[in-house]
């Protein structure tokens, strides 16, 4: 049971451009949500999250966006950068919850 | 800044064997998690524990077990390593269990034979 869900395992995208990845969820008691960048060969490192009060946080070029009646999130990059190139996990918890759930990640390509 | 440091960078075992994973981290955070990372399946929580002598299991805790002696150390253990455990392994600690970002280590990748 796939609770957090991100259906694009990739994306492609050209430098200077806007990339949109997008995450699901489908456990309407989620409040709180991470955004992860992972390179190869390195642990995921914490990006920006955003709190279910809000449907908009923003940090330089990465700007979340929630949606809480599609259950829907998402993160913006702009512009894009080659070094934006890498895995984004989107993951999420709740209050009283125990664990972080992960979803599968994106892999996004900035071509130069 | 938090630094989780994986004993290892990768492992080669034999099936059959007893794995240990060692994993510590310097800022004092109760928590600590043990995931594993497969294609297609993102990050599953294998253990955690919220402070020193406890653990919970996560989602895939079979044939795996852990122990936290000290609140700084976490280690993962694969009682009897099997093919099916090859995997890249990463360990995590945070100050909250679930709304503070959670720092990873490098991660170690495990190959069984």
């Known amino acids: 049971d796939q609770q957090v869900k991100q259906n694009s395992p990739s994306l492609s995208v050209q430098e200077g451009r806007i990339s949109i990845l997008n995450c699901d969820y489908t456990?309407?008691?989620?409040?709180?949500f991470l955004w992860y960048k992972k390179y190869p060969a390195e642990g995921p490192t914490f990006l920006i999250s955003?709190?279910?009060?809000?449907d908009k946080n923003e940090d330089g070029r990465f700007t979340v966006f929630l949606n809480k009646s599609a259950k829907h999130l998402s993160l913006h990059i702009v512009p894009s950068q080659p070094g934006d190139s890498a895995v984004y996990f989107c993951?999420?918890?709740?209050?009283?919850?125990?664990?972080?759930?992960f979803g599968a990640g994106t892999r996004l390509f900035v071509k130069a | 800044d938090v630094k989780v440091t994986q004993s290892s960078r990768y492992l080669v075992k034999r099936t059959g064997e007893k794995v240990f994973l060692e994993c510590v981290q310097d800022?004092?955070?109760?928590?600590m998690f043990w995931y594993r990372q497969d294609p297609g399946l993102g990050l599953r929580l294998i253990y955690f524990?919220?402070?020193?002598?406890?653990?919970e299991k996560g989602d895939i805790p079979e044939g795996y077990s852990v122990s936290r002696e000290k609140k700084e150390r976490f280690s993962l253990i694969l009682e009897s390593a099997s093919t099916n455990q090859t995997s890249m392994y990463l360990c995590?600690?945070?100050?909250?269990?679930?709304?503070?970002?959670?720092?990873f280590g490098d991660g170690t990748r495990l190959s069984i034979l």
């Open positions: 995590a600690s945070s100050s909250d269990r679930t709304h503070q970002p959670q720092h």
């Open positions: 456990n309407s008691m989620f409040d709180y």
């Open positions: 955003i709190s279910s009060i809000k």
């Open positions: 993951a999420a918890s709740h209050t009283g919850g125990f664990k972080t759930i």
């Open positions: 800022m004092d955070h109760e928590n």
């Open positions: 524990s919220y402070d020193v002598k406890m653990k």
